[in-house]
């Protein structure tokens, strides 16, 4: 059985950073599918991507919800407590 979410309070309206991840295109790298953070609106490329940049963001500020930010894609995760909200 999966752990409920204990942090949906931490989900605001957010305003994405970028149309993609955010540190992939400065440093001209590629991604496969992107996260936006449910906390600040910080766009970042998932775990199959080379870059990981949404779990560093999630370690580095500890936001814990993202959303997919893929087009039709209509899920959230939740870090902290490995489960989808």
Known sequence: MSKKCQHTEQIHQVTPSA??????LQMGSRWVHLRLCLSCGHVGCCDSSPNKHATKHFRSTTHPIVQSFEP???WRWCYIDNSYV
Do not use: A, L, Q
């Open 19 to 24: 149309k993609g991840c955010e540190e992939c």
């Open 72 to 74: 039709g894609e209509d």
